[in-house]
């Protein structure tokens, strides 16, 4: 059976201590679950050392970007190779700040992603409309676009986890109803079947992001196509963050 996964994108919060203090304190709080993943997603600098920390413990560590190169004259970058060698099991791929405040496209996020799986580690790729493509009625064409194009010359699907992140329910406290984020996720399952294979489909977890809080993570979970979240804000505080991944379908 498939395990739901549970992640948390700390963004641009926390330092190297602060991580360890939070980390810690997750460990120790956390309850055992056969049925579901936990990854945190913290940023670079806080890797090595939470890396050190997670070694045989029921907490995965995922990276939130990375370049699709090991190595080279890439200034500022991180290369897979780098997140590997430490342990790193996800990279988050194409969340849309990256794609909207760091101008990242649907080619190179294709690298990324292919790269990312290439070295090892699976990729979370994030698909996701903004507002006024909602309101004309485009989302399933740019949900469809953004997939077909990330996920170009791309067969290793096994490790492909993809996060649906609505672009106006990021951070606005605004969450998409259930129901409204199933439909999107039946239909980039139905997409994902098209592209590859009925069981590939089935198999797929796909995330829902986007104001996720523990006030509606038990309903988001009842969802049949919803395999697990992918949580912002609500991911830096201990309290918060063990409610969510403590979720219960009612
Ligand atoms: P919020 O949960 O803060 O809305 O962020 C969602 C997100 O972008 C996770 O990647």
């Not at 039946?186 to 986007?210: T, V």
């Amino acid at each position: 059976m498939k395990k739901f996964l549970i992640a948390g994108n700390w963004k641009m919060h926390k330092t190297p201590n602060e991580s360890i203090i939070f980390v810690n304190e997750l460990l120790r709080r956390i309850k055992d679950y056969k049925d579901r993943d936990i990854l945190i997603c913290p940023p670079f600098t806080s890797l090595y050392p939470i890396s050190q920390i997670l070694k045989d413990r029921p907490i995965k560590l995922g990276a939130q970007n990375v370049y699709f190169e090991n190595e080279g004259p890439y200034t500022g970058e991180i290369s897979p190779l780098m997140l590997k060698d430490i342990g790193v099991e996800y990279v988050i791929c194409g969340h849309s700040e990256r794609r909207n405040i760091f101008g990242e496209t649907d080619e190179i996020i294709n690298k990324k992603v292919k790269k990312t799986v290439e070295m090892g580690m699976k990729a979370i790729l994030c698909v996701g409309e903004k507002l006024e493509e909602r309101e004309k009625g485009k989302t399933f064409e740019i949900i469809e676009n953004q997939i077909k194009k990330s996920l170009e010359n791309f067969d290793n699907i096994e490790n492909l986890v993809i996060a649906y992140e609505p672009v106006w329910a990021i951070g606005t406290g605004k969450t998409a109803q259930p129901s409204q984020a199933e439909e999107v996720h039946i239909f980039i399952r139905e997409l994902i079947s098209r592209i590859y294979n009925k069981e590939f489909a089935e198999n797929l977890i796909i995330l829902y992001g986007g104001s996720v809080k523990p006030e509606n993570i038990d309903q988001l979970m009842k969802e049949k196509n919803i395999d697990g979240v992918l949580v912002g804000n609500a991911c830096l505080k201990v309290d918060s963050f063990l409610r969510i991944i403590d979720y219960k379908i009612l």
